[in-house]
Protein backbone atom coordinates (compact mmCIF):
# COMPACT_ATOMS: atom_id res chain seq x y z
CA UNK A 1 0.00 0.00 0.00
CA UNK A 2 1.61 3.43 -0.97
CA UNK A 3 2.69 5.59 1.83
CA UNK A 4 0.31 8.69 2.91
CA UNK A 5 2.47 11.35 2.82
CA UNK A 6 3.46 14.54 0.41
CA UNK A 7 6.25 16.21 1.83
CA UNK A 8 8.04 19.16 0.60
CA UNK A 9 11.88 19.87 1.75
CA UNK A 10 13.85 22.47 0.70
CA UNK A 11 17.36 22.58 0.66
CA UNK A 12 18.73 25.08 -1.45
CA UNK A 13 16.69 28.32 -1.48
CA UNK A 14 18.80 31.52 -3.26
CA UNK A 15 19.04 32.36 -6.85
CA UNK A 16 21.92 33.06 -9.09
CA UNK A 17 24.66 31.96 -6.64
CA UNK A 18 25.71 30.36 -3.67
CA UNK A 19 25.96 33.13 -1.22
CA UNK A 20 27.68 32.23 2.21
CA UNK A 21 27.25 34.77 5.16
CA UNK A 22 29.88 37.20 5.90
CA UNK A 23 31.59 37.93 8.84
CA UNK A 24 29.92 41.16 9.43
CA UNK A 25 26.79 39.39 9.36
CA UNK A 26 27.16 36.87 11.67
CA UNK A 27 28.51 39.84 13.69
CA UNK A 28 25.14 41.91 13.41
CA UNK A 29 23.19 38.94 14.30
CA UNK A 30 24.91 38.28 17.88
CA UNK A 31 24.74 42.31 18.26
CA UNK A 32 20.98 42.27 18.51
CA UNK A 33 20.68 39.18 19.98
CA UNK A 34 22.53 40.76 22.65
CA UNK A 35 20.44 43.44 22.79
CA UNK A 36 17.50 41.38 23.53
CA UNK A 37 19.13 39.43 26.31
CA UNK A 38 18.39 39.93 29.65
CA UNK A 39 20.69 38.69 32.74
CA UNK A 40 18.15 35.54 33.33
CA UNK A 41 19.23 34.79 30.06
CA UNK A 42 22.32 34.14 30.27
CA UNK A 43 21.83 32.21 33.62
CA UNK A 44 23.19 28.83 32.38
CA UNK A 45 23.39 26.83 29.14
CA UNK A 46 19.64 25.64 29.20
CA UNK A 47 18.93 29.10 30.09
CA UNK A 48 20.79 30.56 26.68
CA UNK A 49 19.78 27.20 24.74
CA UNK A 50 16.07 28.57 25.81
CA UNK A 51 16.65 32.29 24.64
CA UNK A 52 18.23 31.99 21.23
CA UNK A 53 15.18 29.16 20.61
CA UNK A 54 12.80 32.00 20.84
CA UNK A 55 14.72 34.42 18.74
CA UNK A 56 13.58 34.92 15.26
CA UNK A 57 14.92 33.26 12.77
CA UNK A 58 16.46 35.65 10.82
CA UNK A 59 18.84 36.27 13.99
CA UNK A 60 19.05 32.61 15.89
CA UNK A 61 19.84 31.40 12.16
CA UNK A 62 19.74 31.96 8.56
CA UNK A 63 17.36 31.20 5.07
CA UNK A 64 19.99 29.67 3.71
CA UNK A 65 23.23 30.52 1.69
CA UNK A 66 22.33 27.34 -1.02
CA UNK A 67 20.80 27.80 -4.61
CA UNK A 68 18.10 25.70 -5.69
CA UNK A 69 17.13 22.26 -4.82
CA UNK A 70 13.73 21.52 -3.21
CA UNK A 71 12.61 17.48 -3.10
CA UNK A 72 9.50 16.18 -2.35
CA UNK A 73 8.40 12.89 -0.80
CA UNK A 74 5.17 11.80 -2.41
CA UNK A 75 3.76 8.62 -1.33
CA UNK A 76 6.49 6.63 -1.91
CA UNK A 77 8.74 8.52 -4.15
CA UNK A 78 10.97 10.75 -4.22
CA UNK A 79 10.91 14.08 -6.36
CA UNK A 80 14.03 16.49 -6.86
CA UNK A 81 13.56 19.85 -8.44
CA UNK A 82 16.70 21.14 -9.66
CA UNK A 83 20.11 20.60 -8.80
CA UNK A 84 21.88 23.71 -7.84
CA UNK A 85 24.30 23.65 -4.76
CA UNK A 86 21.72 22.79 -2.02
CA UNK A 87 20.88 18.99 -3.43
CA UNK A 88 24.56 18.37 -2.08
CA UNK A 89 22.65 18.83 1.55
CA UNK A 90 20.32 16.68 0.02
CA UNK A 91 22.80 13.90 -1.06
CA UNK A 92 24.30 14.31 2.63
CA UNK A 93 20.70 13.05 4.46
CA UNK A 94 20.02 10.49 1.43
CA UNK A 95 23.55 8.80 2.17
CA UNK A 96 22.28 7.61 5.57
CA UNK A 97 19.12 5.73 4.48
CA UNK A 98 19.15 3.05 1.54
CA UNK A 99 21.04 5.46 -1.30
CA UNK A 100 24.09 4.96 0.93
CA UNK A 101 23.71 0.96 -0.50
CA UNK A 102 22.68 1.61 -3.24
CA UNK A 103 19.27 0.70 -3.18
CA UNK A 104 17.87 4.53 -3.54
CA UNK A 105 15.35 5.52 -6.11
CA UNK A 106 14.66 9.12 -7.51
CA UNK A 107 13.29 11.48 -10.53
CA UNK A 108 14.58 14.63 -10.68
CA UNK A 109 12.85 17.17 -12.55
CA UNK A 110 15.00 20.41 -14.34
CA UNK A 111 13.06 23.91 -14.75
CA UNK A 112 16.62 24.81 -17.11
CA UNK A 113 20.64 24.46 -17.04
CA UNK A 114 21.69 27.96 -15.46
CA UNK A 115 24.67 27.57 -13.81
CA UNK A 116 22.76 28.09 -10.27
CA UNK A 117 20.43 24.76 -11.08
CA UNK A 118 22.96 22.50 -12.27
CA UNK A 119 26.09 22.82 -10.40
CA UNK A 120 25.34 20.85 -7.57
CA UNK A 121 25.22 17.69 -9.70
CA UNK A 122 29.13 16.68 -9.08
CA UNK A 123 28.59 16.75 -5.49
CA UNK A 124 25.88 14.97 -5.01
CA UNK A 125 27.14 11.67 -3.37
CA UNK A 126 24.58 9.46 -4.35
CA UNK A 127 25.22 9.09 -7.76
CA UNK A 128 28.74 7.78 -6.94
CA UNK A 129 26.47 4.64 -5.20
CA UNK A 130 26.29 1.73 -7.77
CA UNK A 131 22.88 -0.02 -7.97
CA UNK A 132 21.49 3.83 -7.32
CA UNK A 133 18.86 4.41 -9.86
CA UNK A 134 17.51 7.94 -11.17
CA UNK A 135 15.41 9.26 -14.07
CA UNK A 136 15.77 12.84 -15.24
CA UNK A 137 12.99 14.72 -16.40
CA UNK A 138 12.94 17.45 -19.04
CA UNK A 139 11.17 19.34 -21.29
CA UNK A 140 14.44 19.54 -23.49
CA UNK A 141 15.77 17.69 -26.29
CA UNK A 142 19.29 18.22 -24.99
CA UNK A 143 19.16 17.84 -21.54
CA UNK A 144 21.90 15.32 -21.28
CA UNK A 145 24.29 16.87 -23.78
CA UNK A 146 23.65 20.31 -21.47
CA UNK A 147 24.60 18.17 -17.95
CA UNK A 148 26.98 16.01 -19.72
CA UNK A 149 28.83 19.55 -21.39
CA UNK A 150 28.95 21.38 -17.56
CA UNK A 151 31.63 18.40 -16.44
CA UNK A 152 33.58 18.28 -19.45
CA UNK A 153 37.55 18.15 -18.46
CA UNK A 154 37.98 21.92 -19.18
CA UNK A 155 34.90 22.86 -16.43
CA UNK A 156 35.22 20.45 -13.60
CA UNK A 157 38.06 17.17 -12.85
CA UNK A 158 35.00 14.47 -12.91
CA UNK A 159 32.90 13.51 -16.27
CA UNK A 160 29.32 12.95 -15.86
CA UNK A 161 30.09 9.36 -17.81
CA UNK A 162 31.99 8.64 -14.31
CA UNK A 163 28.59 7.96 -12.20
CA UNK A 164 28.08 4.51 -10.94
CA UNK A 165 24.55 4.76 -10.39
CA UNK A 166 21.76 4.13 -13.39
CA UNK A 167 20.75 7.53 -14.72
CA UNK A 168 17.84 7.37 -17.36
CA UNK A 169 16.42 10.26 -19.22
CA UNK A 170 13.46 11.08 -20.39
CA UNK A 171 11.95 13.97 -22.83
CA UNK A 172 8.59 15.54 -21.62
CA UNK A 173 7.67 17.60 -24.57
CA UNK A 174 5.74 15.23 -26.39
CA UNK A 175 3.33 14.27 -23.32
CA UNK A 176 0.88 17.01 -22.31
CA UNK A 177 1.18 14.77 -18.55
CA UNK A 178 3.65 12.68 -16.83
CA UNK A 179 2.26 9.90 -14.19
CA UNK A 180 4.24 8.43 -11.59
CA UNK A 181 1.55 5.90 -9.45
CA UNK A 182 -0.79 8.19 -8.32
CA UNK A 183 1.23 10.81 -8.80
CA UNK A 184 0.23 13.38 -11.68
CA UNK A 185 2.82 15.84 -13.12
CA UNK A 186 2.22 19.03 -15.78
CA UNK A 187 4.68 21.50 -16.38
CA UNK A 188 4.79 24.88 -18.23
CA UNK A 189 6.97 27.00 -20.03
CA UNK A 190 8.12 30.17 -18.35
CA UNK A 191 9.22 33.87 -19.52
CA UNK A 192 12.77 33.38 -18.62
CA UNK A 193 15.99 33.76 -20.85
CA UNK A 194 16.86 30.27 -22.10
CA UNK A 195 13.92 28.68 -21.63
CA UNK A 196 12.33 27.46 -18.32
CA UNK A 197 9.85 25.37 -17.23
CA UNK A 198 7.28 25.26 -14.07
CA UNK A 199 6.14 21.54 -12.60
CA UNK A 200 2.92 20.98 -11.01
CA UNK A 201 2.54 18.15 -8.64
CA UNK A 202 -1.31 16.57 -7.94
CA UNK A 203 -1.20 13.67 -5.52
CA UNK A 204 -4.01 12.94 -3.67
CA UNK A 205 -6.59 15.76 -3.78
CA UNK A 206 -3.22 18.14 -2.79
CA UNK A 207 -1.16 19.76 -5.58
CA UNK A 208 2.34 21.95 -5.35
CA UNK A 209 3.86 24.03 -8.20
CA UNK A 210 7.04 24.62 -8.41
CA UNK A 211 7.54 27.50 -10.28
CA UNK A 212 11.32 29.56 -10.10
CA UNK A 213 12.76 31.87 -12.55
CA UNK A 214 10.04 33.59 -14.63
CA UNK A 215 8.95 37.22 -15.26
CA UNK A 216 5.67 38.41 -15.76
CA UNK A 217 3.77 40.71 -17.32
CA UNK A 218 0.60 42.52 -16.68
CA UNK A 219 -2.51 41.04 -15.40
CA UNK A 220 -4.03 41.10 -19.16
CA UNK A 221 -0.92 39.60 -20.58
CA UNK A 222 -1.34 36.09 -21.88
CA UNK A 223 1.45 35.14 -19.72
CA UNK A 224 -0.23 36.38 -16.49
CA UNK A 225 -3.60 34.92 -17.65
CA UNK A 226 -1.65 31.10 -18.30
CA UNK A 227 0.04 30.98 -15.00
CA UNK A 228 -2.79 32.31 -12.98
CA UNK A 229 -4.82 28.82 -14.50
CA UNK A 230 -1.81 26.85 -13.54
CA UNK A 231 -1.39 27.92 -10.09
CA UNK A 232 -5.10 27.68 -9.89
CA UNK A 233 -6.10 26.42 -6.70
CA UNK A 234 -2.66 25.15 -5.67
CA UNK A 235 -2.19 23.88 -2.04
CA UNK A 236 1.24 25.54 -2.24
CA UNK A 237 3.23 27.81 -4.78
CA UNK A 238 6.84 28.14 -4.58
CA UNK A 239 7.56 31.29 -6.23
CA UNK A 240 10.62 32.92 -7.70
CA UNK A 241 10.86 36.44 -5.57
CA UNK A 242 14.22 37.82 -6.29
CA UNK A 243 13.31 40.97 -6.79
CA UNK A 244 11.74 44.21 -5.03
CA UNK A 245 9.30 45.49 -7.10
CA UNK A 246 11.54 49.04 -7.88
CA UNK A 247 14.14 46.96 -8.80
CA UNK A 248 12.59 44.90 -11.27
CA UNK A 249 10.75 48.14 -12.91
CA UNK A 250 13.80 49.78 -13.41
CA UNK A 251 16.87 47.81 -13.80
CA UNK A 252 16.28 44.02 -14.79
CA UNK A 253 13.37 43.80 -16.91
CA UNK A 254 13.98 40.59 -18.86
CA UNK A 255 16.02 39.11 -17.00
CA UNK A 256 13.76 36.48 -15.63
CA UNK A 257 12.83 36.54 -12.31
CA UNK A 258 10.18 38.19 -10.45
CA UNK A 259 8.74 39.66 -7.21
CA UNK A 260 6.83 39.03 -4.22
CA UNK A 261 4.31 41.89 -4.85
CA UNK A 262 3.69 39.87 -8.15
CA UNK A 263 3.25 36.49 -6.35
CA UNK A 264 0.84 37.68 -4.10
CA UNK A 265 -1.01 39.05 -7.22
CA UNK A 266 -1.20 35.81 -9.03
CA UNK A 267 -2.01 33.86 -5.85
CA UNK A 268 -4.80 35.94 -5.17
CA UNK A 269 -5.83 35.19 -8.45
CA UNK A 270 -5.57 31.31 -8.26
CA UNK A 271 -6.75 31.23 -4.90
CA UNK A 272 -3.80 29.23 -4.06
CA UNK A 273 -3.50 28.36 -0.34
CA UNK A 274 0.04 29.07 0.85
CA UNK A 275 3.35 30.41 -0.76
CA UNK A 276 6.23 30.16 -0.16
CA UNK A 277 8.79 32.84 -1.43
CA UNK A 278 11.75 31.51 -3.31
CA UNK A 279 14.59 31.98 -5.05
CA UNK A 280 16.03 34.45 -2.83
CA UNK A 281 18.45 37.31 -4.27
CA UNK A 282 22.14 36.58 -3.38
CA UNK A 283 22.65 40.37 -2.38
CA UNK A 284 19.47 40.10 0.03
CA UNK A 285 20.84 39.34 3.96
CA UNK A 286 18.25 37.56 6.20
CA UNK A 287 17.14 40.99 7.74
CA UNK A 288 16.44 42.30 3.53
CA UNK A 289 14.36 39.55 2.93
CA UNK A 290 12.21 39.61 6.25
CA UNK A 291 11.78 43.25 5.49
CA UNK A 292 10.61 42.02 1.68
CA UNK A 293 8.05 40.46 3.76
CA UNK A 294 6.58 42.81 6.02
CA UNK A 295 5.84 44.87 2.94
CA UNK A 296 4.45 42.00 1.42
CA UNK A 297 2.01 41.44 4.58
CA UNK A 298 0.73 44.93 3.88
CA UNK A 299 0.44 44.96 0.22
CA UNK A 300 -2.10 41.67 0.71
CA UNK A 301 -3.78 43.71 3.22
CA UNK A 302 -4.05 46.21 0.78
CA UNK A 303 -5.11 44.36 -2.31
CA UNK A 304 -7.29 41.00 -0.84
CA UNK A 305 -7.97 41.90 2.77
CA UNK A 306 -9.72 38.94 3.13
CA UNK A 307 -7.78 36.36 1.24
CA UNK A 308 -6.71 32.95 3.18
CA UNK A 309 -3.25 33.22 2.15
CA UNK A 310 -0.57 31.49 3.72
CA UNK A 311 2.62 33.44 3.04
CA UNK A 312 6.55 32.76 4.28
CA UNK A 313 10.01 33.04 3.39
CA UNK A 314 11.15 29.72 2.19
CA UNK A 315 14.66 28.53 4.21
CA UNK A 316 16.85 25.90 3.95
CA UNK A 317 15.68 22.78 6.41
CA UNK A 318 12.31 23.79 6.13
CA UNK A 319 9.64 20.81 6.01
CA UNK A 320 5.74 21.26 4.68
CA UNK A 321 3.39 18.29 4.69
CA UNK A 322 0.15 18.36 2.91
CA UNK A 323 -1.62 15.30 3.41
CA UNK A 324 -0.64 15.35 7.49
CA UNK A 325 0.04 19.15 8.06
CA UNK A 326 1.08 19.92 11.51
CA UNK A 327 1.47 22.97 13.32
CA UNK A 328 4.44 25.09 12.55
CA UNK A 329 5.17 28.68 13.15
CA UNK A 330 6.91 29.84 10.02
CA UNK A 331 9.73 32.17 11.01
CA UNK A 332 9.24 35.87 10.03
CA UNK A 333 10.13 38.81 11.29
CA UNK A 334 7.93 38.11 14.49
Known sequence: MTEEIFKVDFHGVRGSIPSPLLSEEIE???????QRAKPENLADKDSIKSFVQGLPHEIRGTFGDNSSCVSMQVGGELLIFDAG?????????LMKTGFNRGQGRAN??????????ILGIPFFAPFYIKGNRFTFHSPLPDIKKRLEGQQKSKYFPVPFSYYASDIDFIFLKNKSEYNIGDIAITWKEQYHPGKCFAYRVDYKGKSVVYATD???????????KSAVEFFRDADLLIFDSM?????SLAEKEGWGHSTAFTGIDLAVKANVKQIAFFHHEPTHNDF???????QTEKYLEQVAPNQCLKMFLSYEGLSVNLLNPTPKKFPTHL
Do not use: M
Not at 28 to 34: D, H, I, R, T
Not at 217 to 224: A, I, L, T, V
Not at 288 to 294: A, F, N, Q, S
Open 243 to 247: YTLSK
Open 214 to 224: SEYKKPESKNF
Open 288 to 294: KLVDILC
Open 28 to 34: EKLVQAF
Open 85 to 93: SGIRVLGES
Open 108 to 117: LFFSHTHWDH
